[in-house]
T-cell receptor
Framework: GDSVTQMEGPVTLSEEAFLTINCTYT??????LFWYVQYPGEGLQLLLK?????DKGSNKGFEATYRKETTSFHLEKGSVQVSDSAVYFC???????????FGAGTRLAVHP | DTAVSQTPKYLVTQMGNDKSIKCEQN?????MYWYKQDSKKFLKIMFS???????INETVPNRFSPKSPDKAHLNLHINSLELGDSAVYFC??????????????FGEGSRLTVL
């Protein structure tokens, strides 16, 4: 079945460092891909998405490009802030009924 | 106004008890979901309702029974609670059904602890 694999955390960075969180997927069709973020004590929020190959999703300085050839959707940010500390989830949807399949989540801790 | 609200936020109970978690959304969405997040942060879908109709029912013990009295509410009732039911349960909603845009709006979660 479809699945999502994320790099294990926690990822610990200093403020203004470059961030990459790796995500790869397995899917039989042509899924849409998503990054969700969960701040402490809150529910998940959609951060960005891409619906077809070579699309780039971006929001709040974060970017991810849908790479069909490597089945990847890595999350990047050029300069992280302390406020970016959260758990980041990669997810896919096969298009039916919004049945999102999530990765295990990667915790990011940013220190001043 | 909270878009997707769940109650209670915390629930501590004994094995064997029956408990309910309520969810309401004021976004006008027609689809609602229950997700379970275990201690390792894995998130898995349990159920989804569209306009009070069950459309996703994953492999979940039948001790779990969702109920949707109207499209703005989706409650989760759990019978005979077990230790393994301890988790954070997230309610979510979305605007569409078959188009699968993937944008779900999540509540803050209900942390269930079974002793």
């Amino acid at each position: 079945g479809d699945s999502v694999t994320q790099m294990e955390g926690p990822v610990t960075l200093s403020e203004e460092a470059f961030l990459t969180i790796n995500c790869t997927y397995t899917a039989t069709g042509y899924p849409s891909l998503f990054w969700y973020v969960q701040y402490p004590g809150e529910g998940l929020q959609l951060l960005l998405k891409a619906t077809k190959a070579d699309d780039k999703g971006s929001n709040k300085g974060f970017e991810a490009t849908y790479r069909k050839e490597t089945t990847s959707f890595h999350l990047e940010k050029g300069s992280v802030q302390v406020s970016d500390s959260a758990v980041y989830f990669c997810a896919l949807s096969d298009g039916g009924y919004n049945k999102l399949i999530f990765g295990a989540g990667t915790r990011l801790a940013v220190h001043p | 106004d909270t878009a997707v609200s769940q109650t209670p936020k915390y629930l501590v109970t004994q094995m064997g008890n029956d408990k309910s978690i309520k969810c309401e959304q004021n976004l006008g969405h027609d689809t609602m979901y229950w997700y379970k997040q275990d201690s390792k942060k894995f998130l898995k879908i349990m159920f989804s309702y569209n306009n009070k109709e069950l459309i996703i029912n994953e492999t979940v013990p039948n001790r779990f029974s969702p109920k949707s009295p109207d499209k703005a509410h989706l409650n989760l009732h759990i019978n005979s609670l077990e230790l393994g039911d301890s988790a954070v349960y997230f309610c979510a909603s979305s605007h569409d059904r078959g188009r699968g845009t993937g944008e779900l709006f999540f509540g803050e979660g209900s942390r269930l602890t079974v002793l």
